[in-house]
């Protein structure tokens, strides 16, 4: 049993939708081409574990094997990502931690389809199909990770990569080894976040862009989301007192961060601009520490 982790808020949750054309045409793509494969490689943002799994993927999936691969894990809290293993394992699908980037952990993703395929593999071998090649789409939210995997894996050709969401715009068939293919997809969203909390967590990691939020807003509501769970992180971070957070907004905390980086304008007002571009990039590259914002039960 997983859930995200609720955390008392001060402020409102910040109201994100963001839905392309681009995605509806993406569905589509997926519900032809499913057919084709063997299994499903879904990759999931290790720091937001429930909000980076998108709800529509399941029925558009119909059901094949499925893997789960925790990306970014060397982002998020090492014994957070274990607890969620488990949980993965106990609900009966396999699952590994990786950085798609530098490849780590990835020497166990093939030998993961393999065991998740065992039989059907056992079936084939049966009827003589022995070295049959094992295809596998490969499927996630914006910026999760799909074209790092692929670049990492293949030996020909190489996935588009960028760190914003939206750059895979067309299936795409690549070779990772003899015998083993990898469908890479558009990242897909979901046209409504029914909890604003997921909208807000897909906008900390950068799965939304943030052309379309408020990022000031964003980094008050994150600041607040960080205080509960991580207050060592904040405090040594930014050079709070521990005394300093208890029952502060976050506004008040992004004005101090920004006060003590120095980001001063004319008249000596704070640039709470910068101060947000500051705290959203420094939680989006691990310069804040290790950090899981949805914690697994148990």
Not at 70 to 78: G, R, V
Not at 168 to 179: A, C, D, H, L, P
Not at 187 to 215: M, N, Q, R, Y
Not at 229 to 243: D, F, H, K
Request: hydrophobic share 40%.
């Amino acid at each position: 049993m997983m859930k995200r982790e609720q955390q008392p808020r001060e402020s409102e949750a910040v109201s994100i939708q963001w839905f392309p054309g681009h995605m509806t045409r993406t569905k589509r793509q997926m519900e032809k081409c499913i057919r084709l494969v063997d299994a499903v490689a879904e990759i999931v943002d290790a720091r937001v574990p429930v909000s980076s799994r998108n709800p529509v993927l399941h029925k558009l999936t119909q059901g094949k094997p499925r893997v789960i691969l925790m990306n970014k894990s060397d982002m998020a809290d090492p014994e957070e990502t274990k607890r969620w293993l488990q949980c993965y394992r106990a609900q009966g699908t396999p699952a590994i931690a990786v950085d798609c980037r530098s490849g780590r952990g990835l020497n166990g993703f093939i030998p993961l389809v393999r065991e998740v395929l065992r039989d059907r593999i056992a079936a084939w071998e049966q009827k003589g199909m022995v070295g049959r090649t094992i295809r596998v789409m490969v499927v996630g939210i914006p910026n999760v990770g799909k074209s790092s995997l692929i670049n990492k894996l293949c030996r020909g050709g190489k996935a588009d990569v960028a760190d914003r969401p939206g750059v895979t715009r067309e299936n795409r068939w690549f070779t990772i080894g003899k015998g083993f293919e990898l469908l890479d997809t558009p990242g897909v969203l979901w046209p409504k976040f029914e909890d604003p909390i997921v909208g807000e967590h897909l906008a900390f990691t950068g799965a939304v862009k943030d052309e379309v939020v408020d990022t000031e807003r964003l980094a008050c509501r994150l600041l607040e989301a960080l205080v509960p769970l991580y207050p060592q992180a904040v405090c040594e971070r930014y050079r709070l007192e521990p005394s300093f957070l208890a029952e502060k907004r976050g506004d008040e905390l992004l004005e101090a961060i920004g006060k003590n980086r120095g980001m001063l304008m004319a008249g000596g007002v704070i640039n709470t601009e910068r101060a947000a571009a500051a705290v959203l990039d420094e939680f989006r590259s691990a310069r804040l520490g290790r950090i899981t914002l949805e914690k697994a039960e148990g």
